[in-house]
């Protein structure tokens, strides 16, 4: 499974990240999409999981939920907007992960790209940074990975000035 993993849109995508996830099979996007219009075209463009995050309004929320937490290709998922990191995680999502055990955990929200292995937690956390154009940041980035037998490989990452 191919998947294409973005956050904090709101409401723009670089165009280039349609061309890196040309070759993926799922679209996850970590909350703060913007608008219902570019969840829309994110559908039209590959099946998309979503989560809301902090600044999407009514139209968006009443779509997607706060958390997704799913089984693909062998691993379980996480997925919410804030959630911090490793040893640093916000205690709403704390308290998910210590129950659910997710291989996987995915956060938005602070527009910055970070990928670490928790070891503690034995999880990889990811936190796509920020796709859009609105925000502190410099970089717009995004991530592309697979998931083969619960196991994350080629990994990869798009990253362009804002």
């Known amino acids: 499974m191919r998947i294409g993993l973005i956050s904090d849109s709101h409401g723009f995508i ?86 659910e055990k997710p291989d996987l955990f995915i956060s938005g929200h602070s527009h910055i790209l970070k990928i670490i292995n928790d070891q503690e937690k034995n999880m990889l956390h990811i936190n796509p940074g920020a796709v859009g154009k609105s925000g502190f940041h410099y970089k717009v980035t995004a991530v592309k990975f697979e998931i083969y037998n619960g196991r994350f490989k080629n990994l990869s990452v798009f990253e362009v000035d804002r």
């Open 14 to 99: 670089h165009p280039g990240v349609f061309d890196f996830f040309e070759d993926v099979d799922e679209v996850w996007h970590a909350g703060d999409i913007g608008n219902i219009a570019l969840s829309d075209q994110l559908e039209k463009f590959k099946p998309l999981r979503a989560v809301y995050g902090n600044i999407d309004g009514q139209d968006v929320r009443l779509v997607y939920p706060k958390d997704q937490i799913f089984t693909v290709a062998g691993a379980k998922i996480f997925i919410t907007h804030i959630g911090g990191y490793p040893k640093r995680y916000d205690s709403r999502a704390l308290k998910i992960i210590n129950k």
